[in-house]
């Protein structure tokens, strides 16, 4: 009876449902579907229902909240809910005031204390092209000197299915159409109509599932010198906002720069860091 009404007339979501599973998701990962994202949400777990062959919204919120194994169909409710846009070097001007601003400054201080030591972590890293980016950009920066220093990029996402593609760093020609062409010549090896990008720059990049609501887990991620949580923020309400940004500012070295979306803003979320103004994008720093 169940598979019937699965196959033959998807169920609809009841707003009491809707309501449920928002919230499920909520306390769970910070990331809010308003009122106005309920043909969103239930377009998006739609999938989930065949996939667990379930006939309604209603038994997979119980199977969400009391089944023993919910754990499982947790990572895939959290691939089905999360947008996972991005692409190489998103955001030049961005990615110029790290390449011209930002690193450079960090990198003359870690000199001059006699520390050839860098900490850059891409949080909500989605499929990779991001903390890839960030280890070109170094490279280009350090060229042969980057042999003299320890270099370590993280790349953190909730979505397993996101980072699967990040650790198997191959792109469509689409998702680097920001690359300059000298760049792509050197960073990327032509795979068929693919790109993968060489192990120089891959080995750079650690690449681990991280939950921003898993606060313990996010309170362990120390020392860092440059945070880019570009184009994540946006899914989460205020409140999730402000928990999160400040666990980012812990998380921030004295002197180091958080990079949020060119679109969004701190405004009303968090008055601990220093605006800057670098050429046609902001940085805000950890003073
Ligand atoms: C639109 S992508 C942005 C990717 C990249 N930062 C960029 O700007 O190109 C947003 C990413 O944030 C991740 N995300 C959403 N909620 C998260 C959470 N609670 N913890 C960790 N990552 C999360 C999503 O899985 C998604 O890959």
Known sequence: MNELKTSEAPSLMTDETFRLLRDFIYEHSGIYFSDAKKTQLENRLTLRLKATNLGD??????????????DRELRCLFDSVTTNETSFFRSPPQIQSFQEKALPEIMARREEQGEKILRLWSAGCSTGDEPYTMGI??????????AQWDVKIWGSDISEKALKSARAATYSEYTLRSVPPEI???????ERSQYRVVDEIRTLVELQCLNFNDSKRVR???????????????????????RFVSQLYDNLNPGGYLFIGHSESLHNISRAFKLVHFPGALGYKKE
Do not use: H, S, W
Not at 137 to 146: A, P, S
Not at 184 to 190: L, N, R
Not at 222 to 242: E, H, M, S, T
């Open 57 to 70: 919204f209603d038994k997979y919120y119980y199977l969400l909240k009391y089944d023993p194994q919910a």
């Open 137 to 146: 950009v170094t490279k280009e920066l350090l060229q042969e000197r980057l």
């Open 184 to 190: 792509k010549k050197k960073y990327f090896i032509a």
């Open 220 to 242: 362990l991620m120390r020392g860092f010198d440059i945070i880019f949580c570009r184009n994540v923020l946006i899914y989460f309400d205020d409140a999730a906002k402000k």
